[in-house]
């Protein structure tokens, strides 16, 4: 695959190009916010806040709110932010067509992670739309050795490849899928959100993706609810009364 790589035009400064990343499926060693979700691919598709409300809104409108996004998730540094974003200013229509196939993994990849949440088996379109991103990076991989002598799996980090993070999203995804975590995959159930997250909760008795958040907002409604129907008996009962013809 070449996308990502154009020809015969300047790219970003030599030392960017230079620059090796240690890449494995992202575990363990996830550096990605628990408040985001825990993992790299579920932060990815919780980047649509409130995305099952009437106006969802989406953070990742372009490549760079892309990267920027990404950042604060902790999978880019300041040097790799830099680059990409030097990148995508050179070749905006190269940013433009990875951004789109972002996305469309971002879709497959909520579907999916949904359908394992929920138990239920995933689509075989999204699975294949997972694989064909996952088969793309695993292409450009390669074995060297790291700093301390052991061999590492490695790829150029650099602003000319403009799809790398997206290569570390499919790892992530499936580093997720492959491990015992989708026993603790859970989706949040507010009627607006849906964001996925892993529970590591001690009991795994979490429920929200935030109890501040959707968990009050479903207290409220379900108190709301209470006391509508309180008071929608409590109005039967009187025109029952009213209405009762009377024994005299």
Not at 163 to 171: C, K, L, Q, R, T
């Amino acid at each position: 695959m070449t996308a990502g790589v154009v020809r015969g035009r300047p790219g970003p400064p030599a030392h960017y190009a230079r620059r090796m990343r240690t890449w494995s499926f992202r575990t363990a060693d996830d550096p990605t916010p628990p408040a985001l979700g825990g993992r790299l691919c579920l932060a990815f598709v919780n980047s649509i806040l409130w995305r099952r409300s009437a106006e969802p809104t989406d953070l990742l409108v372009d490549y760079r709110a892309t990267v920027a996004y990404l950042s604060r998730a902790g999978l880019l540094t300041a040097r790799e932010r830099a680059a990409l974003d030097t990148g995508a200013a050179a070749h905006p229509i190269v940013a433009r067509r990875v951004h789109a196939g972002a996305m469309a993994l971002r879709e497959a990849l909520f579907r999916l992670l949904s359908a394992v949440a929920h138990d239920t088996r995933p689509a075989p379109a999204d699975v294949a739309v997972l694989t064909t991103r996952l088969q793309e990076g695993l292409a450009h991989l390669k074995i060297v050795g790291s700093d301390g002598g052991s061999l590492v799996a490695s790829w150029r980090a650099s602003g000319r490849r403009l799809e790398w993070p997206v290569w570390e999203i499919a790892g992530s995804a499936a580093g997720l899928l492959l491990s015992g975590e989708p026993t603790w995959l859970k989706q949040c159930p507010g009627e607006r959100c849906g964001w996925l997250f892993v529970d590591r909760s001690r009991s795994h008795t979490r429920r929200w993706c935030a109890s501040s958040m959707c968990g009050n907002r479903d207290r409220a409604r379900r108190h709301h609810q209470r006391v509508r129907h309180a008071a929608t008996r409590a109005y039967h009962a009187a025109r029952d009364t009213a209405t009762k013809p009377s024994d005299s």
